[in-house]
T-cell receptor, first 111, second 113 residues
Framework: GIQVEQSPPDLILQEGANSTLRCNFSDSVNNLQWFHQNPWGQLINLFY???GTKQNGRLSATTVATERYSLLYISSSQTTDSGVYFC?????????????FGTGTRLQVTL | NAGVMQNPRHLVRRRGQEARLRCSPM?????VYWYRQLPEEGLKFMVY????????ESGMPKERFSAEFPKEGPSILRIQQVVRGDSAAYFC???????????FGDGTRLSIL
């Protein structure tokens, strides 16, 4: 199956700092999503981005499908950004539509 | 709330009992997925269903676990004769179809005493 690696595994930032999270995957995919799991365990959809670049407020993401990686940028971080960020990829074929998750980047934003 | 609805949010069972987890997909979504998250780990795929059909159950344990998505009503994940190792968060997701983003519910936290 597809392997997904995320880096760094842990990240501590001061409020206001910027960061870049990386997701590498081992095979071609046609589904890639970024999620934020908050301290209460809820999974928040950030981006559906199998290719290209998207921006939503202080967050943006870029996927270079041909090189099998995606980046999540967080600018001007806030304490509410704390939690675990997951990258998940899939190869939808009609009979197989599952997402394979990376092990996540645990982000802590301090005052 | 038009999102994916899961209930209960928390479920406590004793070893040997049955656990039933429910998931109502987003309005208009006919594809449902179940994932399991063990403590301090990422989510792992269990099963993918469409109405009245199991499409892919490659991630389901072979014994004690079953899933259904009937023509009417929510999708059900059923765990029989629960053991301590079944303690986890179980997430349900839904999508409009293949090649579409999956939207996740808030999960059911299952604890086995």
């Amino acid at each position: 199956g597809i392997q997904v690696e995320q880096s760094p595994p842990d990240l501590i930032l001061q409020e206001g700092a910027n960061s870049t999270l990386r997701c590498n995957f081992s095979d071609s995919v046609n589904n890639l999503q970024w999620f934020h799991q908050n301290p209460w365990g809820q999974l928040i959809n950030l981006f559906y981005i199998p290719s290209g670049t998207k921006q939503n407020g202080r967050l943006s993401a870029t996927t270079v499908a041909t090189e099998r990686y995606s980046l999540l940028y967080i600018s001007s971080s806030q304490t509410t950004d704390s939690g675990v960020y997951f990258c998940a990829v899939g190869r939808d074929t009609g009979t197989a539509s599952k997402l394979t998750f990376g092990t996540g980047t645990r982000l802590q934003v301090t005052l | 709330n038009a999102g994916v609805m899961q209930n209960p949010r928390h479920l406590v069972r004793r070893r040997g009992q049955e656990a039933r987890l429910r998931c109502s997909p987003m309005k208009g979504h006919s594809h449902v997925y179940w994932y399991r998250q063990l403590p301090e780990e990422g989510l792992k795929f269990m099963v993918y269903l469409q109405k009245e059909n199991i499409i892919d159950e490659s991630g389901m344990p072979k014994e004690r676990f079953s899933a259904e998505f009937p023509k009417e009503g929510p999708s059900i994940l059923r765990i029989q004769q629960v053991v301590r190792g079944d303690s986890a968060a179980y997430f349900c997701a839904s999508s409009l179809g293949t090649g579409q983003p999956q939207h996740f519910g808030d999960g059911t936290r299952l604890s086995i005493l």
